[in-house]
């Protein structure tokens, strides 16, 4: 009887999670699209760059910790996708976003999202990607939902042409599958796994 309701439970539990994901995916590419509407682009123009895009799902658990000051959920980092989506627990504060050297609190809205600019976008477009991390709390645990959305992992991406002005471009062109292989395989060290994609000048 456990078996049939635990199947039960995980057919639920994956119905649910596609449903969720299809409508993220749409999110995500109307983002795309007034993203590039303000930046004078057609809607689709990134849409159509990143061919079948990555959409990707993660599930963190942070409990409750007894010495919060000393110990950080996740350290510092920006995302390698284009855009992230989260979902936030409602229970605490969590996440921190880095502006102007302070680390800012952003307080769960129940009703709402957080959009987060990833590597990916700076990279093309000019929108910084967010540095962040995530904290600790010494009562409630809590819990949080992110999907990724990046370009396919075939595309060979860069700055985008129409966005070169007269000052040197800061980034070079590169397989996105290379970039993401580099990205999961270093640690989480601010913005530092931006340096791949960086032209690098002799002073």
Known sequence: MATIHSYV????FSE?????SYSIRRLC????????ESLGLRPSFFNEMFGEAVQAVRMNY???CSRP???LGLTPH???SALTVLQQDTASVGLQILKDGAWIPVHPIATALVVN???TLEVRAPYKSVEHRAVT????DRLSLVTFYSPSYEIELGPVPEMVNDKPCMYRRYNHGEYSRHYITNKLEGKKRLEFARIQTSL
Do not use: M
């Open 69 to 71: 000051d000393l110990v």
């Open 137 to 140: 709390n010494r009562e409630s």
């Open 29 to 36: 590419e109307t983002l795309l699209g007034f993203i590039a």
């Open 62 to 64: 942070y409990p409750p």
């Open 117 to 119: 600019v990833g590597d």
């Open 16 to 20: 649910t999670l596609e449903k969720y």
């Open 9 to 12: 439970c995980y057919c639920c």
């Open 78 to 80: 920006s995302d390698g």
